[in-house]
């Protein structure tokens, strides 16, 4: 079972520490659960023009497997304008929307402004319905507020809202792929 955190961003740290912390209270809490992140910015991922995705750089072949073989996601990106950026757009348009359908996502965000956080509502989560994709019901919005000087999450109540998409997203998983589930005691 494997659990994909991406970073859908080129530029900035926040989006990658905040999916990482998703990502370490799923391992704190479920070892048996196999994370990775896929950080966009370790990769030159060409822009999607409809070809044979084995005619692309290894780069993005690489991306398009990771993304393809992960059994359930944490996607996280920056608001830019009102919007998440190009380069998750184009990560998503290299997928064949097969590789998400029935999986679910689970969604973080983080940009300058508390309004941002729509860009979820009224953008990622009707993308995850055009994969047929199932939506944790909670999500992450992290505003700058949230981080110190040093870009370290201070805000206990964005702590506590990571730690609680992190259990949504595995109980649906193994929910709807028949895996025992096992409530985490909160204390």
């Given at each position: 079972m494997?659990?994909?955190g991406i970073s859908g961003t080129i530029i900035g740290a926040k989006t990658g520490i905040v999916v990482r912390k998703v990502l370490d209270e799923v391992k704190k809490k479920?070892?048996?659960i196999e994370v990775e992140l896929l950080d966009m910015m370790e990769y030159d991922v060409?822009?999607?023009d409809g070809r044979d995705p084995s005619t692309y750089s290894e780069d993005t072949k690489?991306?398009?497997?990771?993304v393809s073989n992960a059994d359930f996601y944490i996607i996280g990106t920056p608001i830019f304008q009102g919007s998440f950026p190009g380069v998750l757009k184009n990560l998503f348009d290299l997928i064949h929307p097969d590789a998400f359908?029935?999986?679910?996502?689970?969604f973080v965000a983080n940009g300058g402004t508390y309004q941002h956080f729509l860009v979820i509502e009224n953008q990622l989560k009707p993308i995850a319905g055009y994969f047929r994709a199932f939506v944790a019901p909670s999500?992450?919005?992290?505003?700058?507020?949230?981080?110190?000087?040093?870009?370290?999450?201070?805000?206990?109540d964005l702590l506590q809202r990571i730690a609680l998409l992190a259990e949504e997203v595995v109980h649906m998983h193994r929910s709807l792929n028949g895996s025992p589930v096992k409530v985490m005691d909160e204390s």
């Amino acid at each position: 079972m494997k659990l994909l955190g991406i970073s859908g961003t080129i530029i900035g740290a926040k989006t990658g520490i905040v999916v990482r912390k998703v990502l370490d209270e799923v391992k704190k809490k479920h070892p048996d659960i196999e994370v990775e992140l896929l950080d966009m910015m370790e990769y030159d991922v060409q822009f999607c023009d409809g070809r044979d995705p084995s005619t692309y750089s290894e780069d993005t072949k690489t991306v398009i497997e990771k993304v393809s073989n992960a059994d359930f996601y944490i996607i996280g990106t920056p608001i830019f304008q009102g919007s998440f950026p190009g380069v998750l757009k184009n990560l998503f348009d290299l997928i064949h929307p097969d590789a998400f359908r029935n999986k679910v996502m689970g969604f973080v965000a983080n940009g300058g402004t508390y309004q941002h956080f729509l860009v979820i509502e009224n953008q990622l989560k009707p993308i995850a319905g055009y994969f047929r994709a199932f939506v944790a019901p909670s999500y992450v919005y992290a505003n700058y507020d949230h981080f110190n000087k040093e870009n370290e999450i201070v805000d206990a109540d964005l702590l506590q809202r990571i730690a609680l998409l992190a259990e949504e997203v595995v109980h649906m998983h193994r929910s709807l792929n028949g895996s025992p589930v096992k409530v985490m005691d909160e204390s």
